[in-house]
T-cell receptor, first 112, second 114 residues
């Protein structure tokens, strides 16, 4: 049972435009959410996070939105750059702050 | 500043062999965890530790053992390797429980069991 889902395996965006990556979850006990970026042959790198008490968090070009009622979060990258081309994972942390559940990932390609 | 170091980077095992994947961090992080990444499955939590002497199971713990005798090291042991354990393994550490502050990952160990 996949508790964290990223339904789009891939996404292509033109350089300079907005990239929107989506993530849905089913477990209402998740209390904290994170996004990671992963390049080939490297470990994931932390990007941005959001607590369930917030609905938006910004960090430079990256903004994460959380809709608790819909159990949906999204990552917006504006403007997209070729260096953003990577696999993006969303992750959710349970209320005990011990177990982390990752989504299956979305491969973003930013076309110059 | 090494961060999280995993060894080896690549390994081929025969079915039934045992081995230990090493993970060390130099950031004095209490929380460490092991994941495996398989195509179409994302990263799945194998075991985690919230501090020295404390470990617990994640989503897919069967066939793996861990121990945490020091803050720095968190080895993952495969007891009797099976082809289903062919995967890329990542170790991670973080300052906060559950990686709320964002976890640091090692570069991964690509394991093939034949």
């Amino acid at each position: 049972d996949q508790q964290v889902k990223q339904n789009s395996p891939s996404l292509s965006v033109q350089e300079g435009r907005i990239s929107i990556l989506n993530c849905d979850y089913t477990n209402s006990m998740f209390d904290y959410f994170l996004w990671y970026k992963k390049y080939p042959a490297e470990g994931p790198t932390f990007l941005i996070s959001i607590s369930s008490i917030k609905d938006k968090n910004e960090d430079g070009r990256f903004t994460v939105f959380l809709n608790k009622s819909a159990k949906h979060l999204s990552l917006h990258i504006v403007p997209s750059q070729p260096g953003d081309s990577a696999v993006y994972f969303c992750a959710a942390v349970d209320g005990g702050y011990q177990k982390v559940t990752f989504g299956t990932g979305t491969k973003l390609q930013v076309i110059p | 500043n090494a961060g999280v170091t995993q060894t080896p980077k690549f390994q081929v095992l025969k079915t039934g062999q045992s081995m230990t994947l090493q993970c060390a961090q130099d950031m004095n992080h209490e929380y460490m965890s092991w994941y495996r990444q398989d195509p179409g499955m994302g990263l799945r939590l194998i075991h985690y530790s919230v501090g020295a002497g404390i470990t617990d199971q994640g989503e897919v713990p069967n066939g793996y053992n861990v121990s945490r005798s020091t803050t720095e090291d968190f080895p993952l042991r495969l007891l009797s390797a099976a082809p289903s354990q062919t995967s890329v393994y990542f170790c991670a550490s973080s300052y906060s429980r559950g990686g709320l502050s964002g976890a640091f990952f090692g570069q991964g160990t690509r394991l093939t069991v034949v």
